[in-house]
């Protein structure tokens, strides 16, 4: 039976053949289970890279990507389906639980903390741990390390470059804003700039969380991997999280998503506040 296409008046053929390749690949590749709903978004943004390639089918696409033959084209189409939701403090209800452990660690241990950002997308939530501890400690040179990482190099390089459109600081509220960041002038209005004491709290790393090595080593005070898991299916994100708890030191807090329980995959953690974790010792 002939293939049929998803779309008679689209650009490029897509048929549902063409579909599956790319949800087969973007697993293998990044862990990401796309649903059946997500045929168009992989359309419309798969489109771009032919166009950027100046291939004329998904098959083809496909064909040469498989092949080697494209270069650094794997980087590009993971990037493509990779989705970087963020902001500011998102999910606030973390930062004061986080600032309180902070304060916990200082006189306990006194030593220096580290802290991983396991999905850094464009720099706001790592930017919003080093905000924090900051406020923690009461200066802008804290002995916090946040280590962030992701698997799009393109997020990465908008994170490492800590310049926002004011309107995406402006959430954070005039007196983070006076702190934290410098406001553009003259061809930069309208822009800020993470000040560079906040940026040396944060290294900004490429890292594929199904990748055999991770370019990280524990042990980590926190681990925030929050609205990651939700792309991956059950047996990824038990994987991922049996690789977590090694790196976890015995005090640590995971953070997760608001849609995400770890408590059905994983049986070394407990739930210590609203989508935080803690290591179970029985567990462990």
Known sequence: MPQQKTDTVKEFDFTRSDFERVRALIYQRAGISLAESKQEMVYSRLARRLRATGIQSFARYLDDLEAGRMGAEWEAFTNALTTNLTSFFREAHHFPLLADHLAGLRRREGGPITIWCSAASTGEEPYSIAMTACEAFNTLTPPVQVIATDIDTNVLATASNGVYP?????????????????????????????????????????????????????????????NVMIYFDKNTQRKIL??????????????????????????????RGKTVYELDKVGR
């Open 166 to 226: 004011m309107e995406r600081v402006d959430k954070v509220g005039a007196e983070r804003l006076k702190r934290f960041f410098l406001k553009g002038k003259g061809a930069n209005e309208g822009m800020a700039r993470v000040r560079p004491e906040l940026r040396k709290l944060v290294e900004f790393r490429q890292l594929n969380l199904l990748a055999d090595d991770w370019p990280v080593s524990g042990a980590f005070d926190a681990i925030f991997c929050r």
């Open 242 to 271: 049996s690789r977590f708890v090694p790196l976890m030191k015995p005090h640590a807090l995971l953070f997760a998503g608001h849609s995400e329980n770890f408590l059905y995959v994983s049986d070394s953690l407990r739930l």
